[in-house]
C-alpha cells in the first residue's frame, strides 16, 4: 500500500519562506509525474506545481517566480520551496502522484 506523507507546513508570517517534503512509502516517484495541490478554504483544490519525470516543472500563475517544486527519486521524496509567501497562499497543500494522495499539510500565512 502507498502512502504519501506530506511535512513542513506551519504558520508565517508574510514575506517568510517554508519549504514542504513529500515522502512516499512506495518507489512510485521514479517515472511518475508528480504535483502539489492545495485547497484554501471554501474553495476548490487547486494545482500548484508538477514536475514531470524528467524534471520539467509548471506552475500556476500565482505561485511563478515564487514556489520551487523539485524531487529526488532516490529518496522517494518531493519538495515544494515557498517563498514569499502571501496570506492568499494560506491551504492545506497536497502531495499528489498517479491516484495517491495524501492527507495535507497546513499553510497558513499571516499580514
Known amino acids: 500500500q502507498v502512502q504519501l506523507v506530506e511535512s513542513g507546513g506551519g504558520l508565517v508570517q508574510a514575506g517568510e519562506s517554508l519549504r514542504l517534503s513529500c515522502a512516499a512509502s512506495?518507489?512510485?516517484?521514479?517515472?511518475?509525474?508528480m504535483d502539489w495541490y492545495r485547497q484554501a478554504p471554501g474553495k476548490q483544490r487547486e494545482l500548484v506545481a508538477g514536475i514531470n519525470s524528467g524534471g520539467s516543472t509548471k506552475y500556476a500563475d500565482s505561485v511563478k517566480g515564487r514556489f520551487t517544486i523539485s524531487r529526488d527519486n532516490a529518496k522517494n521524496t518531493m519538495y515544494l520551496q515557498m517563498n514569499s509567501l502571501k496570506p492568499e497562499d494560506t491551504a492545506v497543500y497536497y502531495c499528489h502522484v498517479m491516484f495517491y494522495w495524501g492527507k495535507g499539510t497546513l499553510v497558513t500565512v499571516s499580514s
Open positions: 512506495g518507489n512510485i516517484f521514479s517515472g511518475n509525474a
